[in-house]
Structure formats: C-alpha cells, structure tokens
C-alpha cells in the first residue's frame, strides 16, 4: 500500500510539474516578440498564382505594419489570416506562431479549372472547382479549358451557381480530374439551349455531348470511337460525333 502511494504521489508531482513546465512555455512564449516570418504556401496543382511576396506584402499591409520584433499583444492572429483569404487566389490560410516565436503563414491556393472567355481576352477570368470567379493573374497563366457560348458570347460565374448550373460545373469538373481529357478537350461551348460542344486537340471532329448528364457515360462512349474508329478510318473520316443519346455514338 505504501509502494502504491509512493508511486501515486511521484506520478502527481511529474504531472505538476509538466503542467508547470507547459505553462511556463507559454508565458515565454506569449512575452516573446516576434521573430522572423515564415511563409509556406501549399502548391499541389502546380499553380503559382501568388508568392512569399505576396503573402508577405498582405500581412504587413505592403510593408506599412512591421511584424518582425513586434510585441505579441500587437499581432491579431485572426485579422491576419482573413487579410490573407481575402485574396482571390488564397483558398485556405493559417497564421501562427511557433514556440522559437516566429510567425507562420500557411496559405493554400484556390485552383481554377477553366477559363471563361471573352471577345476581349484582357476582360477573360477564370472559374474554380466552387464556382468561384477568379482574375487572370500577371504571375501565372493556368492550362484550362476555355468556356464560352458559340460566338465567343462571355459566360459569368453566376451561371454556373445556381442548380441548373452546378451541372455545368459537375461536367468541367470531370474535364479536370480525368488528365486524358483535360489533355485532349480544347474548347467548350454552351449553345443557348444549354448543350455542350467541344473541339478536340487530336482529330477535328467537334463533340456533341448534349446537356451535362451521364457525364461518364458519355466520355465512355466518346473512347469507344477513338479506340474503333480513327485506326481503322482515319481521324478525318468523320468531322461531327454525337454522344447525347442513350447507347448511341452519331458520327457524320
């Protein structure tokens, strides 16, 4: 009984003193002016739509509010990272510091997956995977499909958030998660009635999809053409492919 007390009253006095040591820390580390800036930002997708000097230039509002050697009561941590998502191409952001005091920015780029097209190119913007408009950027100019109605009409991001929409964006979602396709669909055009064409960068044919539905299906029926077809025929055989309709493959 006396062994089982000794090791409770030991295993309390390590946990105090953990607790204590923990506590001490973070007073220090509360006290301790800021260090030096760390920026990481997250480029999975191989976008460069904003650098360090970007982030740094957003969290010291272009150099006007120095970070470094700042009392920690002087640094709002929240304020930070929302001056950071304000950013258009910021998709997530966190700022903290570390224990050696240094300020950390973790940032995540938004990711566009087309462009949307207009008669004046300087007027283009892109669209992301949440329906988002984004602008062109002069660091960076993503590889994604252009949208646009026939005729170069402009498509706003507006069209493609409500549930109509979301279709629309269900189907250049797929574009961008299949690499093949991503590769091979050049342009894509949203008639007035709402179907979809596109042209090719391999072949001449245009696509006829129809309206965006049974999205993989469709892009199934489409392989089964260039698996069957242009080796035995040849890629100019047929300049016009239909995949709207049910078990059909249209080819003129």
């Known amino acids: 009984m006396k062994r089982k007390a000794n090791n409770l009253l ?3 006095i390590c946990l105090l003193l953990l607790v ?5 820390a973070a007073v ?3 006290n301790r002016h800021v260090g030096g800036v760390i920026v990481s930002i997250s480029n999975e997708f191989n976008n ?3 650098g360090q000097r970007e982030v740094t230039s957003l969290l010291t509002r272009e150099g006007r509010d120095r970070l470094e050697g700042s009392n920690p009561d002087e640094v709002d ?6 001056r950071l ?3 258009s191409f910021v998709k997530e952001a966190q700022v903290y510091r570390d224990l050696a005091g240094n300020l950390h920015a973790d940032v995540r780029q938004s990711r566009p997956i087309a462009r949307l097209v207009h008669a004046d190119s300087r007027q283009d913007s892109y669209l992301d995977a949440d329906g988002r408009q984004l602008p062109l950027s002069p660091l960076f100019t993503a590889r994604v499909v252009p949208i646009s109605r026939p005729g170069g009409v402009p498509l ?7 549930s109509v929409g979301t279709r629309y964006l269900d189907f250049l979602r797929y574009l961008d998660e299949k690499p093949f396709w991503r590769a091979q669909v050049a342009e894509v055009f949203v008639a007035p009635s709402g179907k979809i064409s596109f042209t090719q960068q391999v072949g001449d044919q245009r696509v006829e999809f129809g309206f965006p539905d049974n999205i993989s299906e469709k892009f199934a029926k489409l392989m089964v053409f260039y698996r069957q077809i242009p080796p035995v025929l040849g890629w100019d055989t047929y300049h016009r ?6 078990d059909q493959i249209i080819c003129e």
Request: hydrophobic share 55%; no cysteine; charged share 20%.
């Open 77 to 82: 941590l929240k304020a930070l990272e929302a």
């Open 20 to 24: 204590g040591l923990g506590a001490f």
């Open 10 to 12: 030991f295993a309390t």
């Open 48 to 50: 460069f739509f904003i």
């Open 156 to 162: 706003s991001a507006r069209f493609f958030q409500d």
């Open 28 to 30: 220090r580390q509360a």
């Open 241 to 246: 492919v239909n995949v709207e309709f049910k």
């Open 85 to 87: 998502k304000a950013h």
